[in-house]
């Protein structure tokens, strides 16, 4: 689960989610009802790094929703479904300018349940939710439980914007059923058990029982295109921070964070802006284009960038299979790829050919 510092698939899954919008029934469930109907539906998502919580939403095909953000950097990633021991599933796609993504069970299972989907867009505030999630205890996570927490809608749709490290969200649920790390890309449920929203985020500091959900309405179009590879707005960069956002060090484990603030430091001290890279997946398009953790972007397409929103923006308005031009500084003194001494603040340019 990201913190905030403000107030504020194949054919027959785009059937099965087709079919997961129904018309609203008269009967509400109560919470305990709620948890016993989609609790086997929302999953553990376990990677090298880190946890957090998912969705099967077609049963069928074994496909299951979760965060971009919880699987941002993983190679290799399991999930726990009640009971049954951690199982592997593999990445079909994923888009951190939605902070959604799709995984698949990579061997059948039997028995399973999947969500119904709601419509988001029939919330009102003051409507009661329920979330369910694997929130992190601190101790073993093969043994963490689902937990269950009830909460209202405070505003139904509202746009989450404001951070220069996170992506812009058009279109999310500010709830207030309590969020805690680990459960991002677990199920915000109306009271017929049916999936309206994604959970995200939540506000962090003084600010208490501000939650954030993606919307259902917004989410379910993005699937297809996720289950089927398409991935254009990934080029393979993972984390980025921005070098003037003032939660820089934040982002890293405490014994880089000493490092992290001298590099900020020299890079501002030399007036130079761009965000930081801080890992590159394998066999991807930045990885291919030699670009690697630790790299800083300061420009793409010839345009300044500063914030991962700008970058999103020039990511969302490319073409598929497009050569993208990055352009960035050196943070390390030494060779480049061609064997020239290179300093601190030095240029860099490449091209990396985005997804089709």
């Known amino acids: 689960m990201r913190p905030i510092a403000r107030i504020c698939v194949a054919t027959a899954s785009a059937v099965a989610l087709s079919a997961g919008f129904t018309a609203p029934t008269a009967t509400a469930d109560d919470p305990k009802e709620i948890f016993e109907k989609v609790a086997p539906a929302t999953v553990q998502v376990v990677g090298s790094v880190s946890s957090g919580t998912g969705i099967i939403y077609d049963a069928e095909q074994g496909l299951i929703l979760t965060n971009a953000h919880v699987v941002a ?23 951190p300018c939605e902070d959604l993504a799709v995984l698949k069970l990579s061997t059948p299972e039997e028995d399973l349940k999947q969500v119904e989907f709601g419509d988001s867009r029939e919330l009102k505030q003051g409507d009661e939710v329920t979330a369910i999630g694997y929130p992190s205890a601190g101790g073993d996570v093969g043994s963490q439980k689902a937990v269950l927490t009830n909460g209202v809608v405070q505003v139904p749709d509202v746009a989450e914007t404001g951070n220069l490290s996170q992506p812009d969200l058009p279109s999310t649920i500010q709830h207030s059923a309590t969020l805690n790390a680990g459960n991002s890309g677990g199920p915000l449920l109306n009271d017929r058990a049916q ?30 295109g996720l289950a089927d590879g398409k ?3 990934n080029p393979g960069w993972q984390t980025l921070v921005a070098l003037s956002d003032p939660n820089f ?3 890293f484990t405490a014994d880089l964070q000493a490092d992290a603030q001298a590099l900020q430091k020299n890079l501002v001290d030399k007036q130079i802006d ?35 929103p700008q970058v999103c923006n020039i990511l ?9 031009k990055v352009s960035g500084v050196f943070t390390e003194d030494g060779k480049d790829v061609n064997g020239q001494p290179v300093k601190v603040g030095d240029p860099w340019s490449i091209n990396i050919k985005l997804s089709e």
């Open 316 to 324: 969302q308005s490319s073409a598929p299979g497009e050569k993208l």
């Open 73 to 95: 950097g993983e190679t290799a990633l399991k999930v726990r479904i009640g009971d049954r021991g951690p199982v592997p599933v593999r990445l079909l796609g994923s888009d």
């Open 195 to 224: 999936l309206v929203g994604i959970n995200d985020s939540y506000a962090a500091g003084d600010i208490r029982d501000q939650n954030f959900a993606i919307s259902s309405s917004h989410a379910e179009p993005i699937l297809q």
């Open 274 to 308: 761009g965000l930081y890279v801080g890992s590159v997946d394998s066999n991807s398009p930045a990885s291919a284009a030699e670009l690697v953790a630790g790299d800083v972007i300061t420009h793409l397409k010839d345009t300044p960038v500063t914030s991962v």
């Open 231 to 233: 991935s254009k707005n």
């Open 249 to 251: 060090v934040d982002y």
